[in-house]
């Protein structure tokens, strides 16, 4: 058997978890190839700048550490792929991206069986930092993405066809090139395995790992088939809050004063959709999007007079798009509801303390108000809708009778769905394979770096690792600017 694996990500920890896998593979009787094809793409990966050389030539630290894991690896850091193919494509492609007009309309783009748009709108909406950007303005970035999309999708064929694979490792699956081979691998009917890392442990699956109901039924396998007792395991699980609420949340503020208000309050946590993008089939918005619902919301509070809402705007709103920070911040408080904008240093968990409940998208915050006794209540599909720790709002007469008496739960329920909470917890602490070979040094709010690979050092001097980020970021700018610049 043939496996591959094709790498565009450098960070140390995403490249370690490769060298983990390649050197578990060198036990099993198969022909292994490592391709290393980051710094080759037509659109410069951000996420490939430890992989830059002005020769394209694949750095000598990062070969030493690949044959280290196997001795007998065929190292592949050429790119073939069929120009008359990406041509051709390109034509095809671009004349069926005239008749779209939003984000959501991409998952229509096809063109001779090739289906780029999910990985088109995944890219697009992180470099324009806008989930419901609309296509025209964006013609020439669009192009770019197309032909480094097609560029490796070609290159994915070639290279299999060459070297028959069985089998490829491939990281995470989310982004531009990493969803070309993804798609290249489906269509030649190529085995693909995705690995992903969290914290000091990395994972290994065929589904993808933005499956929601996947996740979730990994997080509740994890928690049910554990050797440790209910209490080991809420112990465990319950250190994932403390730290969500210790000063090293980079989103953590010090006013803890509460909200003088005269009614009892629930509380609205907004959060960012932009992971989801491309991931269409995984989600469902029943309600509508998030802001809509926001001001539906507010209409509906201002109907009643029992209770307030307050909304908490995410920080992070600042490193959005300024079409997506003018939106949210034409949000504006009114009779039975109160706005608090990004910028407010309002603390969140004083917002959730003095609330009766708490509701969201899928904010994080929701299901640690689980973890805190109070009631929860999501209005779309997320990351934590079923293992038993929220309530989820699918009519908008679901959600209003929630707000009217639904969320008034007893102490035991609330008790139960404070150790639901705790799968996500725990499944974060332990799920996930070890690291056997591999140093790791923990950095700060959930990053860790891999600096030894089998007592080979991984990371370069300093000088280097400036001279590689560099050349990246002038790579990725050079390929970009003409985007940039014509605002298309």
């Known amino acids: 058997m043939n496996i591959a694996i094709i790498q565009f990500a450098s960070a140390s920890i ?28 037509k ?20 070969q030493k550490l690949i044959l280290t894991a196997n001795p007998n690896v065929s190292i592949n850091n050429k790119m073939i792929f069929d120009e008359i193919w990406v041509a051709h494509h390109m034509v095809g492609l671009l004349k069926e991206i005239e008749t ?20 088109i709108a995944s890219e697009l909406a992180t470099i324009t930092k806008n989930a419901e950007t609309k296509l025209q303005k964006h013609e020439s970035l669009i192009r770019i993405l197309i032909r480094s999309y097609l560029e490796v999708y070609s290159a994915t064929m070639i290279f299999y066809s060459k070297c028959h694979i069985d089998v490829v490792h491939l990281y995470n699956g989310r982004f531009l090139h990493e969803r070309a081979v993804w798609d290249a691998s489906k269509r030649l009917n190529v085995k693909v395995l995705l690995f992903e890392t969290t914290r000091n442990r990395y994972f290994q699956r065929k589904e993808g790992f933005h499956n929601r109901l996947n996740n979730q039924k990994a997080m509740l396998g994890h928690w049910y088939n554990a050797d440790e007792t209910l209490e080991e395991k809420i112990k465990i699980g319950s250190r994932y809050f403390s730290e969500l609420r210790s000063s090293a949340n980079p989103f953590s503020s010090s006013a803890h004063s509460r909200v003088e208000v005269e009614k009892p309050y629930f509380v609205y946590f907004s959060s960012s959709d932009d992971e989801l993008v491309g991931f ?43 079409e997506v920070i003018e939106k949210w911040e034409s949000l504006e408080s009114t009779h039975m509801t109160r706005v ?41 599909d997320c990351g934590y809708d079923e293992i038993g720790a929220v309530d989820k709002g699918n009519t908008w007469q679901e959600v209003t009778n929630w707000i009217e008496s639904g969320h008034l739960l007893s102490e035991v329920e609330l008790q139960q769905r404070k150790i639901h909470s705790c799968i996500r917890g725990y499944f974060l602490a332990t799920a996930g394979l070890k690291f056997e070979h591999t140093l790791l040094e923990e950095k700060g709010w959930g990053a860790w770096e891999a600096t030894q690979f089998m007592s080979r050092k991984i990371s370069e001097r300093i000088l280097f690792q400036k001279y590689r980020t560099g050349l990246n970021r002038v790579k990725l700018f050079l390929s970009l600017k003409y985007a940039i610049l014509s605002g298309k």
């Open 340 to 380: 608090f904008k990004a910028q407010d240093t309002i603390s969140s968990y004083a917002l959730l303390d003095g609330s009766i409940g708490s509701i969201s998208f899928g904010s994080t915050m929701c299901i640690e108000a689980a973890f805190s006794y109070k009631p929860s209540l999501v209005l779309s």
């Open 14 to 41: 995403h490249f370690a978890a490769s060298l983990e896998i390649l050197k578990k593979e060198s036990i099993s009787n198969v022909s292994a190839f490592y391709c290393v094809w980051g710094a080759q793409t």
């Open 280 to 322: 269409w089939d995984e989600r469902e918005e029943k309600l509508g999007n998030q802001l809509q619902c926001v001001r539906t919301l507010q209409n509906y509070f201002d109907r009643q007079s029992n209770f307030n809402l307050m909304i908490r705007v995410h920080p992070n709103l600042k490193n959005k798009a300024q």
């Open 100 to 119: 779209l007009d939003s984000l959501p309309d991409l998952r229509r783009l096809e063109f001779e069986g090739v289906n780029p748009g999910s990985a």
């Open 43 to 62: 659109l410069a990966g951000r996420m490939s700048a430890n992989f830059e050389t002005l020769t394209g030539a694949i750095p000598n630290k990062i």
